[in-house]
């Protein structure tokens, strides 16, 4: 009996150190125009079926309707309804194009999100989620702009933490891997993600300076306590202007896939209102930036960290290794086409349907803040089942649902001290939405 106990605690420690090797991803994204971002989520979610990373929300920074809705589309394509989506309020949100990939899957394919203004707001689906996260436990990947990003280090103390924003993140981000700015021999012209350039104006419109998206940049690289690495420009597109570094060139053997495969379909709509749809690659900026933060340098990188990033106002990447600001990007260490190689297997990935039971909560707790207001807290509860986890909880008052949680705690709105509390059950959520056995809260025992 003891041998038997003995190999259970062990199996157990292995268990978790497994867990805790995972990354344990915010992506933050912008679905619109170029694919890339669908193959992202594509690679995403097929590292996080082989137990390489957890999915914990994904966050929309685009202003088009749509695009928070093609997330949540596509999350229930691989099936992980579940899994939070975020979106930058701060807009005033547009209905996207027909020309748009991201239209189309919205208007395709099924989706737990009905309507863009549920997603919730991206400050708060941060906060929360960090709020309740092991210290250095979070990877943020943002293949986006900064506008969440930025948002998040300039808010303020909430309910769910009495730290802002940078030391939030100081505190609980492990890493920020960022797609932006350029840094061929330690210096160049950013293109549009950080903001553009004032010289690159005559290269394409679009790559013009942007100066909100650069000034956020600047704020975000002179204020990010965490550690910072960017895969610049040219390490997806190599050919950028001139440059001749060599291009990841990714997308056509998506082509293999079923013809209504969710990533086939983004690529080929995306080409087709391009005058044609059977070439279908393109360089992959955003996938070389998520490859090197789920897996790292590897055989495919070359990482210049330990220095300092510096965004001029003109558009002007500079990197420097004379002072430690824990900021860095990296650069190919292989064949272009052997990077390809791996992404692509990863975009193909498989679709996993998985359907596992979450334990429960552990060590329910309930505190009355005010005359008003109570405040329920629990553990983190675990899925074990390969390529699932939790991402949310759910709490229920007298059986009906109140309000579903993204951290370990829920607040509520708390009766007179002379009337009864009503009963309070929390389950934990896995990415594929199935529930927990309920965990009930000793009502008549909250702290005062």
């Not at 506008?147 to 300039?154: G, S």
């Not at 981000?173 to 932006?180: A, D, I, K, P, R």
């Not at 998506?254 to 983004?266: M, Q």
Request: proline share 4%; glycine share 8%.
């Amino acid at each position: 009996m003891r041998q038997k106990m003995l190999v259970a605690v062990v199996l157990l420690l292995l268990l978790s150190q497994v867990v805790h090797a995972q990354h344990r991803v915010i992506l933050d994204t912008d679905p619109s125009s170029d694919p890339d971002d669908v193959g992202c989520m594509a690679m995403l979610h097929t590292m996080a079926s082989r137990g390489e990373c957890e999915i914990l929300a994904i966050i929309n920074s685009i202003d088009h309707q749509e695009a928070s809705l093609s997330i949540s589309a596509i999350n229930q394509f691989y099936g992980r309804s579940a899994i939070p989506v975020g979106d930058y309020k701060a807009y005033e949100h547009q209905a996207a194009s027909k020309d748009l990939y991201s239209y189309m899957i919205s208007q395709d394919y099924p989706r737990s999100l009905k309507n863009h203004g549920d997603a919730i707001e991206s400050v708060r689906l941060y906060r929360e989620i960090l709020a309740s996260a092991e210290a250095k436990s979070i990877t943020i990947i943002v293949i986006g702009t900064m506008h969440n990003f930025f948002a998040l280090l300039q808010s303020k103390a909430c309910e769910f933490s009495q730290l802002d924003g940078q030391d939030l993140v100081r505190e609980k981000v492990e890493v920020v891997v960022t797609m932006g700015g350029n840094f061929i021999d330690g210096r160049g012209l950013d293109r549009t993600n950080w903001g553009g350039a004032v010289e690159l104006c005559s290269y394409t419109a679009w790559s013009c300076l942007n100066p909100e998206r650069n000034r956020m940049c600047r704020f975000v690289l002179e204020n990010c306590p965490a550690p910072f690495v960017a895969s610049g420009w040219e390490v997806g597109c190599g050919d950028y202007h001139n440059a001749g570094r060599g291009n990841v060139m990714t997308g056509q053997q998506l082509k293999t896939l079923p013809a209504d495969h969710i990533v086939r379909r983004s690529y080929e709509y995306h080409f087709a209102k391009r005058g044609g749809s059977d070439k279908i690659d393109r360089h992959s900026n955003d996938q070389c930036a998520l490859l090197y933060a789920i897996r790292g340098t590897g055989e495919n990188y070359q990482a210049f960290l330990h220095g300092d990033i510096d965004l001029s106002e003109e558009g002007v990447c500079t990197w420097t290794d004379t002072k430690d600001r824990q900021q860095g990007y990296i650069q190919k260490a292989r064949d272009p086409e052997a990077i390809a190689q791996e992404i692509e297997e990863l975009m193909l990935g498989e679709v996993v349907r998985a359907d596992s039971t979450p334990a429960r909560p552990q060590q329910p707790k309930v505190e009355r803040l005010d005359a008003n207001r109570l405040r329920f807290s629990w553990q983190v509860a675990m899925d074990a089942h390969p390529g699932n986890w939790v991402v949310a909880y759910r709490v229920y008052r007298g059986g009906k649902l109140r309000g579903t949680a993204y951290g370990t705690q829920f607040f509520d709105t708390a009766p007179p001290d002379a009337e009864p509390l009503c009963a309070y059950t929390v389950r934990a959520v896995n990415a594929s939405g199935v529930e927990s056995e309920s965990l009930e809260f000793p009502m008549d025992q909250h702290s005062e």
